[in-house]
Nanobody, 121 residues
Framework: QVQLVESGGGLVQAGGSVRLSCAAS????????MDWYRQAPGKQRELVAG???????NYADSVKGRLTISRDNAKKAVYLQMNSLKPEDTAIYYC???????????????WGQGTQVTVSS
């Protein structure tokens, strides 16, 4: 079974920083994209940042210049460094991976359980 486990959320003041981590474990043959999504109360889940297996990154306009995604392929891990946080960054942050569990199987979407980030003003 594949698992994505996030850590690093919490309560932080506006202007502060938080680093989120996500590690994939279990039967994993290949990982393609790894991403961070977030969902605020009453809003739809949205893509925050993504990174390909080759290290190409993309960001939502609202977080460019403040959040940085990185990845360690050897550890099957993805990170999100969040700086200059704003109250509107408050949300549950979800790790996502598009991966192939075994040779011969298709790439599938996997999600972590989410980690809460709360930014106080």
């Amino acid at each position: 079974q594949v698992q994505l486990v996030e850590s690093g959320g919490g309560l932080v003041q506006a202007g502060g920083s938080v680093r989120l981590s996500c590690a994939a474990s279990g039967s994993i043959f290949s990982i393609n994209d790894m991403d961070w999504y977030r969902q605020a109360p009453g809003k739809q889940r949205e893509l925050v940042a993504g990174v390909t297996s080759g290290g190409i990154t993309n960001y939502a306009d609202s977080v460019k210049g403040r959040l940085t995604i990185s990845r360690d392929n050897a550890k099957k891990a993805v990170y999100l460094q969040m700086n200059s946080l704003k109250p509107e960054d408050t949300a549950i942050y979800y790790c996502h991976a598009y991966l192939k569990p075994a040779p011969g199987l298709a790439f599938l979407n996997y999600w972590g359980q989410g980690t809460q980030v709360t930014v106080s003003s």
